[in-house]
């Protein structure tokens, strides 16, 4: 089957957008760098509409309960009764270890993965500590709104003067999250108020701002025509892009996305899950569940292992403080931890070793916990390698770059295809820094790849012999055919920044809406009066990160939805 053609329209002032705006120029852009386990800020202020990126660029390290570190731990207690935050981050986790909290307040943590891995079409909850739901986005909302109370909080302690109206603002997200998840993002924000005005807030795909901020600061260099790909190695997914160097300036680097940006659930947070496993499997399910409902010992433990992942080198064997709560026999407990440990070393054949309440873990067995987390990575990037045997540069961002388990396997397959691994500076800060930078010029990525194909759904005339008869409507006379499926852009279709798509008059045969394989991402109505043609004009605006719909029926009426897009 042919691909669709698609008319891009290069003015984006006339047609169905003829009345978009131009964005206003702020005082200030901050951008926020929402991760699974951490999250932080930094914030630039435009001299005459440009921005130094080794130099203005002002990471926030002012986090209560976590001063001087640019990021804070992703964690938050909300008011039981108001759903209001009380207290966020490393803070959050602190607080969460006063187990009299518990009986009034919810604490959460890791639930940006819950986005990730909830069901199509059912409702975005996300589960606290002890396992009770509650609506995503009020979650997100109140981390939010904590940020922006942080930023500017520490605005004012420094003096400088800003209302909210200076303030643009740019989030993060990955890549490969779906529609869905994205729209709940800027539903979230927009309720948190980061939008106080239309066109305050953008989004970006974390894995280009990564991408810029290593051009602009000189992180790697290169020169136009260059493909590369950025693997973002964050907490809870791992993203992937592949762009071209379109203009190898620091200043104005400008990029062109190759293939549509892919990954998954690989992140670092992948080895936590195998490190409880084997505490389960090791003290036992009583003990396990009684370590789980204990907000102390569970949060410790978490810390212990993530200091412990943090400082493998993949040859000293790492050492994990346990808690109380994990070595404290029960009446239902048959065996001490001593004795689970040495049942579980002559089962197994390992030699975990337990001296007073600190656990002494292998080297090997630790490092086939990382291999583990990392193998769908390095098989992906391989796959990625051989279908664009163009790549010259691989560059690894993220906190989890810094893991040199991951650092070392990487280069090792690297090698086999003579391809230069790069790892800039403080990789763990790439995304927010190359947020504000593309929070100034978002035309810094001129083009994308699809990555599904996007349409409306409409009726439209009933054509006898090519429409199924059990699709005919009939409304004040006139025959329609219902739930057509119109494409705009097609998957893996080159979309440039900015761009109005109105499908062509040499439309395939259409497809129906309602086709298992079709999925709603946003919904707005216009009516079709019955006094003119009929007839409703409809485009989509690729611009940034999002995607515009707006229909026009011949009375001029109109309706426009807004989504987050690839």
Same mark, same amino acid.
């Given at each position: 089957?042919?691909?669709?053609?698609?008319?891009?329209?290069?003015?984006?002032?006339?047609?169905?957008?003829?009345?978009?705006?131009?964005?206003?120029?702020?005082?200030?852009?901050?951008?926020?760098?929402?991760?699974?386990?951490?999250?932080?800020?930094?914030?630039?202020?435009?001299?005459?509409?440009?921005?130094?990126?080794?130099?203005?660029?002002?990471?926030?390290?002012?986090?209560?309960?976590?001063?001087?570190?640019?990021?804070?731990?992703?964690?938050?207690?909300?008011?039981?009764?108001?759903?209001?935050?009380?207290?966020?981050?490393?803070?959050?986790?602190?607080?969460?270890?006063?187990?009299?909290?518990?009986?009034?307040?919810?604490?959460?943590?890791?639930?940006?993965?819950?986005?990730?891995?909830?069901?199509?079409?059912?409702?975005?909850?996300?589960?606290?500590?002890?396992?009770?739901?509650?609506?995503?986005?009020?979650?997100?909302?109140?981390?939010?709104?904590?940020?922006?109370?942080?930023?500017?909080?520490?605005?004012?302690?420094? $003096?400088?003067?800003?209302?909210?109206?200076?303030?643009?603002?740019?989030?993060?997200?990955?890549?490969?999250?779906?529609?869905?998840?994205?729209? /709940?993002?800027?539903?979230?924000?927009?309720?948190?108020?980061?939008?106080?005005?239309?066109?305050? /807030?953008?989004?970006?795909?974390?894995?280009?701002?990564?991408? /810029?901020?290593?051009?602009?600061?000189?992180?790697?260099?290169?020169?136009?025509?260059?493909?590369?790909?950025?693997?973002?190695?964050?907490?809870?997914?791992?993203?992937?892009?592949?762009?071209?160097?379109?203009?190898?300036?620091?200043?104005?680097?400008?990029?062109?996305?190759?293939?549509?940006?892919?990954?998954?659930?690989?992140?670092?947070?992948?080895?936590?899950?195998?490190?409880?496993?084997?505490?389960?499997?090791?003290?036992?399910? $009583?003990?396990?569940?009684?370590?789980?409902?204990?907000?102390?010992?569970?949060?410790?433990?978490?810390?212990?292992?993530?200091?412990?992942?943090?400082?493998?080198?993949?040859?000293?064997?790492?050492?994990?403080?346990?808690?109380?709560?994990?070595?404290?026999?029960?009446?239902?407990?048959?065996?001490?931890?001593?004795?689970?440990?040495?049942?579980?070393?002559?089962?197994?054949?390992?030699?975990?070793?337990?001296?007073?309440?600190?656990?002494?873990?292998?080297?090997?067995?630790?490092?086939?916990?990382?291999?583990?987390?990392?193998?769908?990575?390095? $098989?992906?990037?391989?796959?990625?390698?051989?279908?664009?045997?163009?790549?010259?540069?691989?560059?690894?961002?993220?906190?989890?770059?810094?893991?040199?388990?991951?650092?070392?396997?990487?280069?090792?397959?690297?090698?086999?295809?003579?391809?230069?691994?790069?790892?800039?500076?403080?990789?763990?800060?790439?995304?927010?820094?190359?947020?504000?930078?593309?929070?100034?010029?978002?035309?810094?990525?001129?083009?994308?790849?699809?990555?599904?194909?996007?349409?409306?759904?409409?009726?439209?005339?009933?054509?006898?012999?090519?429409?199924?008869?059990?699709?005919?409507?009939?409304?004040?006379?006139?025959?329609?055919?219902?739930?057509?499926?119109?494409?705009?852009?097609?998957?893996?279709?080159?979309?440039?920044?900015?761009?109005?798509?109105?499908?062509?008059?040499?439309?395939?045969?259409?497809?129906?809406?309602?086709?298992?394989?079709?999925?709603?991402?946003?919904?707005?109505?216009?009516?079709?009066?019955?006094?003119?043609?009929?007839?409703?004009?409809?485009?989509?605006?690729?611009?940034?990160?999002?995607?515009?719909?707006?229909?026009?029926?011949?009375?001029?009426?109109?309706?426009?939805?807004?989504?987050?897009?690839?």
């Amino acid at each position: 089957m042919p691909p669709h053609e698609t008319h891009e329209v290069k003015n984006t002032t006339s047609g169905v957008f003829r009345n978009i705006l131009k964005r206003k120029t702020y005082n200030f852009i901050c951008a926020i760098d929402f991760g699974t386990s951490g999250t932080g800020f930094c914030y630039a202020a435009p001299n005459e509409g440009a921005i130094d990126a080794k130099r203005d660029i002002i990471p926030n390290p002012d986090w209560p309960g976590n001063q001087g570190r640019g990021k804070t731990n992703t964690s938050i207690i909300l008011n039981k009764t108001t759903n209001t935050y009380i207290k966020f981050g490393t803070e959050a986790k602190y607080a969460a270890r006063d187990s009299a909290f518990n009986d009034k307040d919810r604490f959460f943590e890791l639930f940006k993965m819950q986005l990730y891995e909830h069901m199509p079409d059912t409702p975005f909850i996300v589960k606290d500590t002890a396992s009770k739901e509650i609506d995503a986005i009020i979650v997100f909302k109140e981390s939010l709104r904590f940020i922006k109370t942080v930023f500017f909080e520490h605005l004012r302690k420094r $003096n400088v003067p800003c209302s909210e109206m200076d303030v643009f603002w740019v989030v993060t997200i990955p890549a490969i999250w779906d529609d869905a998840a994205k729209l /709940l993002m800027r539903e979230a924000a927009v309720a948190a108020e980061l939008e106080k005005e239309e066109g305050q /807030l953008m989004f970006a795909l974390e894995p280009e701002a990564a991408s /810029l901020w290593c051009l602009a600061s000189g992180g790697i260099s290169l020169k136009e025509k260059d493909v590369y790909m950025v693997v973002d190695c964050g907490g809870g997914t791992v993203d992937i892009a592949i762009h071209e160097v379109e203009r190898a300036d620091e200043r104005h680097p400008r990029v062109k996305e190759i293939a549509p940006a892919s990954g998954g659930a690989w992140g670092s947070t992948s080895i936590d899950r195998c490190v409880f496993k084997l505490f389960e499997e090791v003290f036992g399910r $009583n003990r396990y569940d009684k370590m789980m409902k204990d907000p102390l010992g569970h949060t410790q433990l978490q810390d212990n292992v993530e200091r412990a992942k943090c400082s493998f080198n993949g040859e000293i064997n790492p050492v994990i403080q346990l808690p109380d709560s994990l070595l404290n026999s029960t009446k239902d407990d048959s065996d001490t931890p001593n004795q689970a440990i040495s049942n579980y070393n002559r089962i197994n054949q390992t030699r975990l070793q337990l001296k007073g309440s600190t656990l002494l873990i292998p080297a090997a067995i630790f490092s086939e916990f990382i291999s583990s987390a990392i193998r769908s990575t390095l $098989n992906h990037v391989n796959d990625l390698l051989v279908k664009y045997s163009n790549v010259k540069y691989v560059v690894m961002v993220g906190n989890f770059a810094n893991c040199v388990p991951l650092q070392k396997q990487m280069e090792t397959l690297l090698d086999t295809f003579k391809i230069k691994l790069i790892i800039p500076d403080q990789p763990g800060d790439a995304i927010m820094k190359g947020a504000v930078l593309y929070g100034l010029d978002s035309s810094s990525v001129t083009s994308r790849r699809a990555r599904k194909t996007y349409g409306v759904r409409k009726i439209t005339a009933f054509i006898d012999g090519e429409h199924p008869i059990e699709r005919l409507v009939i409304r004040s006379g006139l025959r329609f055919c219902s739930a057509v499926f119109d494409p705009f852009v097609q998957k893996n279709e080159t979309i440039c920044s900015d761009h109005i798509v109105e499908p062509s008059d040499e439309d395939e045969f259409p497809q129906f809406a309602d086709h298992y394989s079709v999925e709603i991402i946003g919904k707005h109505t216009v009516n079709i009066p019955m006094n003119g043609t009929g007839s409703i004009t409809t485009g989509m605006l690729f611009g940034d990160t999002e995607l515009r719909c707006k229909s026009v029926n011949d009375l001029g009426e109109e309706a426009e939805t807004t989504l987050v897009w690839t």
